[in-house]
């Protein structure tokens, strides 16, 4: 049986190793309390915030990550593509082509226009049309084609086109409206048609 000094240094060192043990535990919770605990409520704090912000970006760009912005972008490349193509198509047709815009300004004429009418592109565009309907009828076409355009209703009319040099077309023109999916009228495609005068 251990003798009295002995027993007397087991329980100092019983001591000792239980304050040790209860210093390094109280050590710990404070540590876990004033350090790791506040770091860890941050980053959750942290993560579920940018779990808020992912959701608000999905509501931002529901089309899988491509905003809605790129969407319209792609459709309206696809119509101007579309424009382009049916341009190209109507460029060598018999007929004399054009388009207006909704004010009835002219925007686009095909090749057989400018042969007929004798003048280039640029000459032809906006109101540059006005100068090749002969000069006697100028001032009647003028007005019931811009009544046409007022009253939103397509034109028709037999007019006579007229060269530089004085060469006459008779030609029978007819406009159609051009209209979006609202029913708004974007301009107008026309179609001369050159007229057999006997008929």
Not at 32 to 40: A, D, F, L, S
Not at 82 to 93: F, G, I, K
Not at 104 to 129: F, I, K, M, Q, S
Not at 172 to 191: E, F, H, P, Q, T
Request: hydrophobic fraction near 40%.
């Amino acid at each position: 049986m251990p003798d009295g000094t002995e027993l007397n240094s087991v329980v100092l060192y019983y001591a000792a190793y239980s304050a040790a043990v209860g210093a390094g535990v109280s050590a710990t919770i404070l540590i876990y309390t004033k350090v790791i605990k506040p770091v860890v409520l941050h980053f959750s704090q942290w993560y579920e915030m940018l779990d808020k912000v992912d959701k608000i970006f999905e509501e931002v760009t529901p089309n899988g990550g491509s905003s809605i912005k790129d969407k319209i972008d792609h459709i309206d490349t696809q119509v101007q593509l579309s424009q382009q193509v049916q341009q190209a198509m109507a460029a060598d047709t018999k007929a004399a082509l054009f388009r207006t815009d909704a004010d009835g300004n002219v925007v686009w004429v095909n090749r057989t226009y400018t042969r007929t009418v004798g003048r280039d592109v640029a000459e032809c565009l906006g109101h540059g049309w006005h100068n090749v309907i002969a000069p006697e009828e100028r001032d009647t076409v003028i007005a019931e084609w811009y009544k046409a355009v007022e009253d939103d209703r397509e034109f028709y009319l037999d007019v006579t086109l007229i060269t530089p040099t004085g060469i006459r077309t008779l030609v029978r023109v007819r406009s159609y409206k051009l209209v979006n999916a609202k029913g708004d009228i974007l301009g107008y495609w026309g179609n001369c048609s050159v007229k057999d005068p006997n008929k």
